[in-house]
């Protein structure tokens, strides 16, 4: 056989030629982004190891979709991931998506001890409907949303949120509290007491100082006498019949509409309004609704999460904030220390 001259390169082989092109294709397509977004991001990158082998993969969570009338089975590392991207903003500071971890993660835990009833009727835990649980969206609906290098951005943070609190959840009396979070709030959170009647000691009212300056804390939407009629299953012909019931707090509590009579949340969720704390201006043939704040009102306003955040808060100082009281436990139940109960 004859050998190369010094100005010959050996003929690569048809099989290394193949390894050569699979890596350097690993490299630009996976590789390549990655360092991309830790350049920019410059916050930890997740460990797919640790990810992959992490007890919130090793436990699962039965989500039924009603739309769909089945029930799907999640590792609760992507359940969560699919909260934070439907939940969160894309540019939300590290320690907000922390702290919403690990409130996620509480909601999940206790959901699946105990699931609501619709969930419990079909064999799962939660549903996937976000006027009864956390919403959802998986990772191809977030690079549909905002485009897919902002969207390889955010996954990889919540990724990154997700595993520095790995099996961290929230606890009062050694049981997993209820975690809710709002988008944004009005300004300041509700009470358990005004919510439900129960005064629940970690769900208090909290000032949002954030929330309150935000312009996405109010909203407009106006509606047609037919798209009411719609809507709501009724045969209006005009909004003469229309009260409404308010709570001391603000939020509505009772909704009359001709014949019918329904709780603020349902008549929010009918009109799928961002929330059941509203005004309304009742025109003959048609009524304009503003909404103040997005969300139940309840728990951990996100959006005011963010701010703090962005002030130098950590994650513990920012779910002690929201949720006086409740300690930082493991998962497997054993009780943990208390959360820092100042600022940073």
């Given at each position: 056989?004859s050998?190369?001259?010094?100005?010959?390169?050996?003929?690569?082989?048809?099989?290394?030629?193949?390894?050569?092109?699979?890596g350097l294709?690993?490299?630009v397509?996976?590789?390549?982004?990655i360092?991309?977004?830790?350049?920019?991001?410059?916050?930890?990158?997740?460990?797919?190891?640790?990810?992959?082998?992490?007890?919130?993969?090793?436990?699962?969570i039965?989500?039924?979709?009603?739309?769909?009338?089945?029930?799907?089975?999640?590792p609760?590392?992507?359940?969560?991931?699919?909260?934070?991207?439907a939940e969160c903003?894309?540019?939300a500071p590290l320690?907000?998506?922390?702290?919403?971890?690990?409130?996620?993660?509480?909601y999940?835990?206790?959901?699946?001890?105990?699931?609501?009833?619709l969930?419990?009727?079909?064999?799962?835990?939660?549903?996937d409907d976000?006027?009864?649980d956390?919403?959802?969206?998986?990772?191809?609906e977030?690079e549909?949303a905002?485009?897919?290098?902002?969207?390889l951005?955010?996954?990889t943070?919540?990724?990154t949120?997700?595993?520095?609190?790995?099996?961290?959840?929230?606890?009062?009396?050694q049981q997993?509290?209820?975690?809710f979070?709002c988008?944004?709030?009005?300004?300041?959170t509700?009470?358990g007491?005004a919510?439900?009647g129960q005064?629940?000691?970690?769900?208090?009212a909290?000032?949002?100082?954030d929330?309150?300056?935000?312009?996405?804390?109010t909203?407009t939407?106006?509606?047609s006498?037919?798209?009411?009629?719609q809507a709501?299953?009724?045969?209006?012909?005009s909004t003469?019949?229309?009260?409404?019931?308010?709570?001391?707090?603000?939020?509505?509590?009772?909704?009359?509409v001709?014949?019918?009579t329904?709780t603020g949340?349902?008549?929010?969720?009918?009109?799928?309004?961002?929330?059941?704390?509203?005004?309304w201006?009742l025109?003959?043939?048609a009524v304009s609704i503003?909404?103040y704040?997005r969300g139940?009102d309840l728990?951990?306003?996100l959006?005011?999460?963010?701010?703090?955040?962005?002030k130098?808060?950590?994650?513990?100082?920012?779910?002690?904030?929201f949720y006086?009281?409740?300690k930082?436990?493991?998962?497997?139940?054993d009780?943990?220390?208390?959360?820092e109960?100042?600022?940073k």
């Amino acid at each position: 056989m004859s050998q190369p001259t010094p100005h010959q390169q050996p003929v690569t082989s048809g099989p290394l030629q193949f390894a050569v092109r699979v890596g350097l294709a690993f490299i630009v397509m996976v590789l390549l982004p990655i360092g991309i977004g830790k350049l920019f991001l410059r916050s930890p990158m997740p460990n797919v190891a640790a990810w992959i082998q992490s007890p919130d993969a090793t436990t699962d969570i039965r989500v039924y979709d009603p739309s769909q009338n089945q029930v799907s089975t999640l590792p609760l590392n992507t359940y969560m991931l699919e909260v934070l991207s439907a939940e969160c903003s894309p540019d939300a500071p590290l320690a907000s998506l922390e702290a919403a971890a690990v409130a996620t993660r509480t909601y999940a835990q206790r959901a699946i001890a105990s699931p609501a009833p619709l969930a419990r009727k079909y064999g799962a835990d939660v549903t996937d409907d976000p006027s009864l649980d956390l919403p959802l969206v998986t990772e191809d609906e977030l690079e549909s949303a905002i485009g897919t290098s902002r969207a390889l951005a955010c996954i990889t943070r919540i990724q990154t949120a997700i595993e520095m609190t790995a099996g961290r959840i929230l606890t009062f009396n050694q049981q997993p509290i209820l975690a809710f979070m709002c988008a944004i709030s009005t300004g300041r959170t509700r009470t358990g007491l005004a919510a439900f009647g129960q005064a629940i000691p970690y769900l208090q009212a909290v000032a949002c100082p954030d929330d309150e300056a935000s312009p996405s804390e109010t909203a407009t939407n106006t509606f047609s006498i037919p798209a009411l009629n719609q809507a709501l299953g009724t045969n209006l012909s005009s909004t003469r019949s229309f009260q409404l019931q308010r709570g001391a707090d603000g939020f509505v509590t009772a909704v009359h509409v001709g014949s019918k009579t329904m709780t603020g949340q349902s008549f929010a969720n009918l009109l799928q309004l961002p929330s059941s704390d509203f005004v309304w201006h009742l025109a003959p043939d048609a009524v304009s609704i503003t909404t103040y704040g997005r969300g139940s009102d309840l728990g951990m306003s996100l959006h005011e999460a963010s701010a703090l955040a962005a002030k130098g808060w950590t994650w513990q100082a920012i779910l002690s904030h929201f949720y006086p009281g409740a300690k930082l436990s493991q998962a497997s139940g054993d009780i943990g220390y208390h959360l820092e109960e100042k600022g940073k």
